[in-house]
């Protein structure tokens, strides 16, 4: 049988079972959904886009996977190649992997290997207080939601801080000469909660990190792609490492890329064998997901996608402004994220059964009512989504 994430598999209700999907629409035997989750925030083109579909088949056509231990293909270094012109500063370094949370490990065991390999013994990393970095060990650490990892208490050398400047500033001065590095989901933490902060922190960050010679990561996974309105918010600020995952293939195949700097790229470039990256994921740079991956950032750019997404803040930002219920503790709105925040968690139990009721699927979490719909949208789509959610509250 299946085993299903985050569930407790006696008492979990039967999954939605999906026989097509296409646009934004889930369909089931008989009745269609909006997906405003976007499969975990990876769909922004929705389903079946032709583009993506076609880029599949042509690469299919070839071959759908080659090592990248040793041998190389086009499919990856075109992706490569635009990633490197693409992303902002120096980040021109891809190391590609296949999900997310391997991709953060890999941020990681740089940032650590980079101080070993020019004779630091910095190893504390600094992370936010409410981070999600993955479900594997080392992000697991890093990360900060007793939610998701309740079993595992030990947390050694990791220092969570909350987003707030004067508490940045005091872990510096009392941990900067330890620091490795210092890892963020910048202006939204997803998983933690859909919580959002402003921009004068990651600055701040950004000239703390170099005054304590302390490499800055952004985990963009959730981020990247446009969510926050922004293309990346490493475009804001930028990061020494930059990590990407979920929207890099446009949902359609798992993939993710760690980007370095000029600066972390050089701390590993030399004759000495045992400063080399001892890293190799078996599908790193699979070529069915470079190539359906490249075609999305083709579209993201053709298709002008961050006027799409500042179309989907305005409509989102018009239909709550009415909104307001005594069980809200509050609505937040960041670029194509939108999340109510309730004060218990009880409020939100049986939603995403009235959601289903209205053509929509949703999946809150803990006190997490939210959407992440694919930028492909129709406005009266998005509307439908919005509206299901404030009209929970007025039944
Ligand atoms: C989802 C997520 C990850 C993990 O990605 P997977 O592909 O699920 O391993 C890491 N960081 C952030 C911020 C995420 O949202």
């Known amino acids: 049988m299946i085993w299903y994430p985050y569930a407790q598999m006696k008492t979990m209700p039967p ?6 999907a296409n646009g934004v629409y889930l369909y089931t035997e008989d009745t269609r959904l909006i997906d405003s989750v976007s499969s975990w925030w990876s769909v922004i083109h929705g389903y079946r886009h032709p583009v993506l579909d076609e880029a599949v088949r042509t690469q299919l056509a070839h071959f759908s996977h080659v090592m990248l231990g040793g041998l190389t293909h086009e499919a990856v270094e075109k992706l490569s190649d635009k990633l490197e012109s693409w992303l902002p500063g120096d980040l021109n370094y891809c190391f590609f992997s296949d999900s997310g949370s391997v991709a ?13 390999n020019r004779g630091s013994r910095r190893k504390t990393v600094l992370a936010l207080e409410h981070a999600y970095h993955g479900d594997t060990f080392k992000t697991m650490e890093v990360g900060d939601d007793d939610d998701y990892h309740f079993a595992f208490g030990e947390k050694q050398g990791v220092i969570h801080i909350p987003t707030e400047i004067p508490a940045l500033e005091t872990a510096f001065r009392m941990y900067g000469e330890q620091l490795s590095c210092f890892i963020v989901e910048p202006l939204l933490q997803g998983a933690g909660g859909m919580r959002m902060y402003e921009l004068p922190f990651l600055e701040r960050a950004r000239a703390l990190c170099d005054q304590y010679d302390v490499l800055l990561v952004f985990d963009e996974v959730a981020t990247g792609f446009g969510r926050t309105g922004h293309r990346f918010v490493a475009d804001l600020v930028c990061p020494d490492i930059l990590v990407l995952g979920k929207a890099l293939t446009g949902g359609y195949i798992g993939h993710a890329v760690t980007v370095a700097n000029r600066k972390v790229f050089d701390g590993f470039y030399s004759d000495d064998p045992s400063h080399a990256l001892m890293h190799g994921p078996t599908f790193m ?3 069915l ?5 490249l075609a999305s950032i083709e579209l993201f750019e053709s298709e002008r996608y961050l ?3 500042q179309r989907i803040t305005a409509v ?5 402004a009415d909104f307001s219920d005594p069980r809200v503790k509050e609505v937040r709105i960041l670029g194509g994220c939108v999340c109510i925040e309730v004060h218990d968690a ?3 139990h049986g939603f995403q059964q009235f959601a289903y009721r209205r053509g ?3 999946r809150p979490f803990l006190n997490y009512m939210y959407a992440m719909v694919p930028y492909i949208i129709r406005e009266d789509e998005l509307i439908q989504v919005l509206r299901t959610m404030k009209d929970w509250f007025r039944q």
């Open 360 to 362: 929509v699927f949703s």
């Open 316 to 320: 989102t930002q018009r239909e709550m």
């Open 285 to 287: 740079g699979n070529a």
């Open 307 to 309: 006027t799409k997404i």
């Open 346 to 348: 009880q409020t939100l």
């Open 15 to 20: 999954p939605i079972k999906i026989t097509d």
């Open 289 to 293: 997901a470079c190539s359906v991956a």
């Open 104 to 116: 953060v490990e890999v941020a990681l065991k740089m940032a650590l290997q980079f101080q070993v």
